[in-house]
């Protein structure tokens, strides 16, 4: 008998939750791999370029290393439970495009242009800023249902954002698109990039309330269920405002995100695949609209269809045609399979944008069609860690913010490729976390950071019941 209470006492346990594990150190050692990689591709190129390992090596590990271990160390402590994948994924895909844009400031075609500033340095300090904004997402937001409280100002914040570069004396057009604000001191900011994650949180607050009266409320019309008018509202304030931007602002590429996303994210609140196709005839239409009188978009269009045609324009001094295209096209063909090799290739000869609008063309030529499958399948899996986490989400409103984000990402890369490899007209957006550009970097970095805090929340195991004096009847004796 004593043997047998002994037993019971020292093995038993009380009905609870089973605790989920935290994963981290899975993190830790992906993101080892996160870093390993990289600085491996820096030696590589500077073997490439002048037979010797580049002496910035050290610095370049060490301050990769360094925002790695701090957002790692981050994330343990104050979101313990979240994705173990998407920091490790961010962070190779920031350190392999900085890789690109140091390579791309070691060429002496670029370095002789009369605008040249070395890149590479900057995007390392843009880095630092984006992880810093992660941090300060995941200390001080505790719960992303927080963000609901502030549904419809974060559209007039969002409003806010996309009309700043319209302000006389604050804006700055810049190769025809008027998308950045300049600030003596610090240079041009993108508020579009802080803009989507902003009006996404507003998506989602506004969807959570209507997503019944949208799904439900609608009547028949040609195969499609339409809303009702006070319902539908909304969505066409949305159609009008993305068919603005693009107007006045001449950017292709945040108009479509703006109203992508919002799509997405309706389809998903109703699940009606009506709103699918009511989305898709809207933004055509509109697009069709802005591109028959607005010459930049026309300009971009016809660079599409005939980018060759284009080139020699450009090569003939005619203003307003664009070579880029053409040769884009011309580095992936390059590349092959395999690519040329880091530090091999001639992608530096697209110009201006090499490193940022068409870094692309610098993999796809460098490490071929295998590297810029390895790069579209790492976004993918960022993509799909998102969609995870929307599903795992036990509040509408999370469900609802991380498709929104990820939808967002995912579309943003959607356009930026189909736009340099010629499926589609090219927008002017960056591809996040691999081109130079402050403001994609510091924004990705803090929707991460969003959708680590929603991932947290999901996955954490629900705390134990509290002892009650009936615990000894839910006692397990095992021997």
Request: net charge neutral.
């Amino acid at each position: 008998m004593s043997s047998t209470s002994n037993t019971s006492t020292h093995h038993t346990s009380t009905i609870g939750a089973i605790g989920a594990p935290s994963r981290r150190n899975t993190e830790l050692a992906l993101l080892v791999f996160a870093v390993v990689i990289p600085v491996f591709a820096y030696a590589n190129v500077g073997l490439a370029i002048n037979d010797q390992v580049p002496s910035g090596l050290l610095g370049y590990g060490l301050g990769l290393g360094l925002l790695a271990a701090v957002g790692h160390i981050v994330v343990r402590k104050f979101a313990p439970y979240a994705d173990p994948l998407m920091l490790p994924l961010a962070t190779l895909l920031n350190g392999i495009g900085l890789v690109a844009i140091w390579r791309l400031d070691q060429s002496e075609r670029l370095q002789a242009r009369d605008t040249f500033v070395e890149a590479a340095p900057r995007q390392l300090m843009y880095s630092a800023m984006g992880l810093a904004l992660f941090v300060a997402v995941l200390i001080f937001l505790k719960d992303h249902r927080v963000l609901q409280r502030y549904t419809y100002i974060s559209m007039a914040l969002s409003l806010f954002l996309l009309l700043l570069p319209l302000v006389p004396g604050l804006g700055a057009n810049i190769y025809g698109a008027k998308i950045w604000i300049s600030i003596p001191g610090i240079g041009t900011i993108q508020p579009g990039e802080f803009a989507k994650i902003v009006i996404a949180v507003f998506f989602a607050g506004y969807l959570m309330v209507k997503r019944d009266a949208l799904a439900l409320a609608s009547r028949r019309f040609m195969g499609l269920y339409l809303p009702r008018g006070r319902d539908l509202g909304p969505i066409i304030v949305v159609w009008a405002m993305s068919i603005l931007i693009l107007v006045f602002e001449t950017d292709l590429g945040t108009s479509l995100l703006f109203f992508g996303m919002f799509v997405v994210m309706l389809y998903v609140a109703t699940e009606r695949t009506s709103w699918i196709v009511f989305g898709l005839l809207m933004s055509a239409a509109g697009a069709v609209g802005v591109a028959s009188f607005e010459p930049h978009v026309q300009q971009r269009v016809q660079a599409w269809l005939d980018p060759m045609g284009e080139y020699l324009k450009s090569k003939e001094g005619l203003i307003g045609h664009s070579e880029q295209s053409a040769e884009a096209l011309w580095a992936f063909g390059s590349g092959g399979v395999l690519g040329t090799g880091l530090g091999q290739g001639n992608s530096d000869l697209i110009g201006f944008a090499a490193n940022s609008d068409f870094i692309l063309a610098t993999f796809g030529e460098e490490l071929g069609l295998a590297g810029v499958m390895a790069i579209l399948l790492i976004y993918g899996l960022i993509v799909e860690r998102g969609v995870r986490t929307a599903l795992a989400a036990r509040d509408p409103f999370g469900k609802l913010l991380a498709v929104g984000l990820s939808g967002a990402f995912a579309l943003q890369v959607f356009v930026v490729a189909g736009g340099v490899m010629g499926l589609i007209p090219l927008t002017g957006m960056t591809l996040p976390f691999v081109a130079y550009g402050g403001s994609s970097v510091i924004a990705n970095w803090a929707l991460v950071g969003i959708l680590l805090r929603i991932s947290d929340t999901a996955r954490r195991p629900a705390p134990s019941p509290a002892p009650n004096p009936d615990a000894e009847m839910t006692q397990v004796v095992r021997p």
